[in-house]
């Protein structure tokens, strides 16, 4: 779909944003139509390629907050569409003021009914990376209004010095 490699107007103000807070919520970066398409093809494929299958008061408290999967590109083009897709890599450049960007890894996240809450963390810390000019794009493929528990981040934490050198 051409929206997935269309130019995403970034502001002067979103830019700032992310450098002094760490993130930035990007509204209609995806239209509902195209995240309805590509939301039935993820899901499709996170309940195929699911391997947590154990009742959840058996879980532990990692395994309890979702059903994880990754790099599904690698096992359906249209996904690889979707994660390769030149308008999130070019937003990720420009708000680290690069050229352009690799990527480390997709995940799909979908957290399960009666399910556990997803601990306060900083994803950074575990990735075997260099340095920490690193963005995460966090895509939700459904409204997830306030009572649904959206994501939530600890502002400009991207400062507190924790994890790969202490």
């Known amino acids: 779909m051409d929206e997935l490699n269309a130019a995403y107007p970034l502001s002067p103000s979103d830019i700032q944003f ?3 807070r760490g993130y930035v919520n990007l509204k209609h970066v995806f239209s ?4 309805a398409c590509y939301g039935e093809i993820i899901t499709d494929r996170v309940f195929t390629l ?21 790099n599904m590109w690698r096992d359906d083009e249209e996904i690889k569409d979707f ?24 995940q799909a996240l979908y957290q399960e009914p009666a399910g556990g809450r997803t601990p306060w963390h ?13 963005v995460t794009a966090w895509i939700p493929l459904q409204p997830t209004p306030l009572d649904m528990g959206p ?5 400009s934490s991207q400062n507190v010095e924790i994890g790969r050198n202490n």
């Open 122 to 134: 900083a994803d950074q810390f575990y990735w075997p990376l260099s340095n920490d000019n690193t």
């Open 83 to 106: 994660v390769f897709g030149k308008r999130m890599a070019r937003i990720a450049a420009e708000l680290m003021d690069v050229d352009g960007v690799r990527l480390y890894h997709d």
């Open 151 to 155: 994501l939530a981040f600890a502002e």
């Open 18 to 20: 992310y450098r002094e």
């Open 50 to 70: 699911n391997k947590l299958t154990k009742p959840l008061e058996e879980r532990t408290t990692y395994e309890k907050a979702f059903l994880q999967v990754m």
């Open 32 to 35: 509902s139509e195209l995240l």
